[in-house]
């Protein structure tokens, strides 16, 4: 029942910063897992940051550790992606997604927000 949104999307500067919001909508629960997923042209869709509702547990892929941060406003419930030192290769669609934090996969998708990073 839970619907995703994002924005914040668009184009920066190699070095430069975005923020990415995810909006929920509906019912979120403590056992919910957001997650952030990019794809590029041509490219696989790939995981890159989650957060849990609950417990504010979160997760990286290596490619963004330590540029990238993940958070959470549950009173908002909205979740967020900072992202710093933005580089060429992190140009994507940026996705959120949520699950149940006992399953694999993600079964709710929000629409997608470019993010371009010019060199």
């Known amino acids: 029942q839970v619907q995703l949104v994002e924005s914040g999307g668009g184009l920066v500067q190699a070095g430069g910063s975005l923020r990415l919001s995810c909006a929920a909508s509906g019912r979120t629960f403590s056992t919910t897992i957001i997650g952030w997923f990019r794809q590029a042209p041509g490219k696989e869709r790939e995981f890159v940051a989650a957060?849990?509702?609950?417990?504010?547990?979160?997760y990286y892929t290596d490619s963004v550790k330590g540029r990238f941060t993940i958070s959470r406003d549950n009173a908002l419930n909205t979740v967020y992606l900072q992202m710093n030192t933005l580089k060429p290769e992190d140009t994507a669609v940026y996705y959120c997604?949520?699950?149940?934090?006992?399953?694999?996969?993600?079964?709710?998708w929000g629409q997608g927000t470019q993010v371009t990073v010019s060199s």
């Open positions: 957060i849990s509702w609950g417990g504010g547990s979160t």
């Open positions: 997604a949520a699950r149940h934090e006992r399953r694999r996969e993600y079964n709710t």
